[in-house]
């Protein structure tokens, strides 16, 4: 693995460079007493989001840069190192939102708003109970799903309090826009609930599997919907494909009762699908069935999250090891082939590209 470094010894060595290149510039304006110190660049690498054990308080972040003259380096617990405070209880998700990180932190029923370049916390939007997913709608207004209430919250982007609800059925979980209209899932449903986001109101409902977990619209405009099933009745996962034009299910993949598929990602041209069922799967989007072999074989491992990077064929897959330890960040190329590993935070989760 390759050495990770500390948040505190970074800092100290850019805050130590931007100190000998301004003595050396005695002509310029006295500086600003409280500058935002740039930590991280934009697109110099991504945020790992490490879920943390439930109850343990110990969610984290991560960076990976992959660029510059860092490539190839983790650097943990970001967060707290700007902070002087833990990220919470059981961090679910995060968002980029007009420049800025919404990590939706579950248990701890809260999203931080953060400042990717330099970690600080800028916002806290509370009134949540076990939020889950954050969904932009426009430049001012934003869902969130919830899973301990049967409802949606609409956020206030312009002061990031929360501004209203949207009853639901049951409670929510994945969300996904396209085609002007709101998606969203249900870990108790097996619908895909269809939202106007105009007027705030449920419209339409879609049979697909219960417990969809994860969305992605493909190369050809089409909406993949995940599923993992429910195991108290139980009733098995699938994968549906659907149109979004009349919202009708153009095909329906099956999985069985013992699966638990996951984390539906696209690769950048939007022409193959990868997901989790305790190994990594791939497949094309015109496909007419699941894929039945793994692409990479989970055996020895506990696969927990997968994220590919923009505009390349490499990718990510989170080892949760225990789910007390920290976790492992495996790098793999575009043929399935290990690249690196680095220690990251327990639970590795999420991931967004800065």
Not at 32 to 37: E, G, H, I, L
Not at 300 to 323: E, K, R
Request: proline share 5%; hydrophobic share 40%.
């Amino acid at each position: 693995m390759k050495q990770t470094f500390s948040m505190k010894t970074g800092l100290v060595a850019v805050i130590a460079a931007s100190m000998v290149f301004t003595s050396c510039r005695r002509d310029e304006p006295e500086p600003d007493p409280n500058p935002v110190v740039p930590v991280y660049t934009s697109g110099q690498g991504f945020f790992i989001i490490n879920e943390g054990g439930f109850n343990a308080g110990n969610a984290s972040m991560s960076y990976y840069y992959t660029a510059g003259a860092n490539a190839g380096t983790v650097v943990n617990d970001v967060f707290q190192s700007a902070n002087n405070v833990p990220l919470g209880d059981v961090a679910n998700s995060v968002s980029g939102i007009n420049g800025r990180m919404y990590v939706v932190v579950n248990n701890s029923n809260r999203i931080s708003v953060i400042n990717p370049a330099n970690m600080v916390v800028t916002h806290t939007i509370s009134g949540l109970q076990s939020p889950r997913y954050i969904q932009q709608l426009t430049v001012t207004k934003a869902y969130v799903t919830e899973m301990g209430a049967n409802r949606i919250s609409i956020v206030n982007l312009n002061n990031n309090t929360i501004s209203g609800t949207i009853a639901m059925p049951f409670s929510t979980e994945a969300i996904a826009m396209t085609n002007g209209k709101v998606y969203v899932g249900s870990q108790n449903s097996d619908k895909l609930y269809v939202i106007d986001p105009n007027t705030d109101a449920l419209v339409d409902s879609i049979t697909t599997a219960y417990g969809v977990n994860s969305m992605q619209v493909d190369n050809n405009g089409k909406l993949w919907a995940l599923s993992y099933g429910l195991w108290s009745i139980p009733a098995a996962g699938g994968l549906h494909k659907i149109n979004t034009a009349n919202d009708s299910v153009e095909t329906a993949m099956s999985f069985t009762t013992s699966d638990f598929p996951t984390h539906l990602c696209k690769n950048p041209a939007g022409d193959s699908l990868f997901f989790l069922n305790f190994s990594v799967y791939r497949m094309s989007v015109n496909d007419a069935s699941l894929p039945s072999a793994p692409f990479i074989s989970g055996t020895g491992h506990a696969f927990y999250t997968i994220g590919l990077m923009p505009n390349t064929s490499n990718f990510f897959v989170g080892d949760a090891v225990d789910y007390v330890q920290r976790g492992v960040l495996f790098r793999y190329n575009g043929a399935g082939t290990q690249t690196d590993a680095d220690t990251v935070g327990v639970i590795p989760n999420n991931f967004l590209a800065y």
